[in-house]
């Protein structure tokens, strides 16, 4: 019965399938995006670990599941469990937390504005866009009578931006059960075989940098810089030299003080090179301005992403070079610190790579967090389901599998690679300014997504 139903099924694409679930995805995404989900320790309780945002964006997509007849599972505020169906698990793993706004948009961040055939706003495409890409595939899916002899498994995590911690609990505190196989929309198409390492190291120790009172820059580690501001005191001297420089900069002299304001661009942590980092440049000012060796000597450390100048760069055939990005820098009451989001191919010693840093730094370095490489063979059945699925939807068999620098749940979860949904030659300006998503990819997506499911699922069922 399950070869009959699975040889009729494939004598038409699903993106045909996935036709009249457009306009439900544009709708329901609009809805979605308008929900501010960054993590917000103000409001963080328990049943809202990550604040009420985060909350209420996990309960948008639960309560939208359970009207459609999916079971829905809460797992305490961490995380949205949505699933259909008995037999080996297929699963889907997907966030619906968001990085901070900064800069300046062209339209609101949290609009869900359509413009030119694209949708706007933050979190369109990192990841409520393929998020519910994937929930209308499995709504597909169930209207159709196409999960059978597998349960298909959608899990929305509410951390994913700031270290997984969601999946964490959903796996080793309340004891779920890993899927057979599966994947996560949160990274790049045809396919991503491999993650480098992720590590976020630390510098921070009490340091003189007077008449500097304090520094603030960044909002999260795995971005790039786009603003960075110093008080320092009263100088009248800083506008003729912040011109002289021709960077993008604010300035404001409040009484005995000035306010300085330097502008970059941001990036996703894991290129930082697409970026300007802010936050460096502004070290920079003020240490030539001050003559504050401590501070030019950080610029000049990392002003090259790649870890040159650090003596600390890296490279293998398959994870390419390592990536240094400072996401963070503050410095108040004589303590200064700054985190380093790091990304390494897998020939790095992690350890000795920080231990020669901190050789090499004049306040201590400490590791915060470690999530270790990552890679699949490109022959699994996995690997090779998830391809041509995506080539027989899309047509493209050019495009090539990859491996990339970013760091997704396919490091938490057992037997999951990055799947999609961003597709080849697109850039969404995920953890920028105007993010945004072509309706077309998130149309396209969710045929996409329900042949994946499908054929993983019946490949599994077959094997019971």
Known sequence: MLLNRRKSSMNHQFKHLALPYFDIADQLLFDWIKINSCYDETTSKVGQPFGKGVKDALNYIGKVAEKDGFNVAYN??????????????????????????????????????????????RGTSDDKGPAMAAYLAMKLLKDKGLIN??????????????????????????????????????GELPLIYGEKGISNYKLEGIVSLNPIHRINAGVVSNSVIDRAEAIVDYNEKWETY???TKHHYEIEHINNQTRLVIFGKAAHGSLPELGINAGLILL???????????????????RDPFGHNLEAYY????????????????????????????????????DATINKIAGQTDVPVTILMRSHPLLFDPNSSLVQILLKAYQQESGDFKSQMMTIGGGTYAKEAHNIVAF??????????????????????????????????????MHHALKK
């Open 76 to 121: 305490d505020g961490y995380a949205t469990e949505i699933s259909y169906g008995q037999g080996p698990i297929i699963g889907v793993y997907a966030h619906a937390d968001v990085v901070p706004v900064s800069g300046s948009w062209t339209y609101p961040p949290f609009s869900g504005t359509i413009a030119n055939g694209r949708m706007y706003g």
């Open 242 to 244: 912040l011109k002289a």
């Open 284 to 302: 920079d000012v003020l240490g030539n301005f001050y003559k504050l060796d401590f501070l030019t000597k950080l610029a000049q450390q990392y």
């Open 149 to 186: 002899g597998y349960t298909a498994r959608l899990v929305i995590g509410g951390n994913e931006e700031r270290g997984s911690a969601c999946l964490h609990y959903y796996f080793h505190t309340l004891k779920k059960p890993q899927a057979v196989a599966g994947f996560t929309p949160d």
């Open 420 to 457: 999609g949904s961003h597709f080849p030659n697109k850039d969404d300006h995920i953890h920028d300014v105007d993010e945004k998503i072509d309706l077309v990819d998130l149309h396209s997506s969710i045929g996409i997504y329900a042949r994946a499911i499908y054929d993983l699922g």
């Open 315 to 350: 490279e293998s055939k398959l994870l390419h070079h390592t990536t240094y990005n400072v996401g963070l820098i503050n410095y108040e009451s004589g303590v200064f610190s700054m985190v380093v989001n790091f990304r390494y191919p897998e020939t790095v010693d992690l």
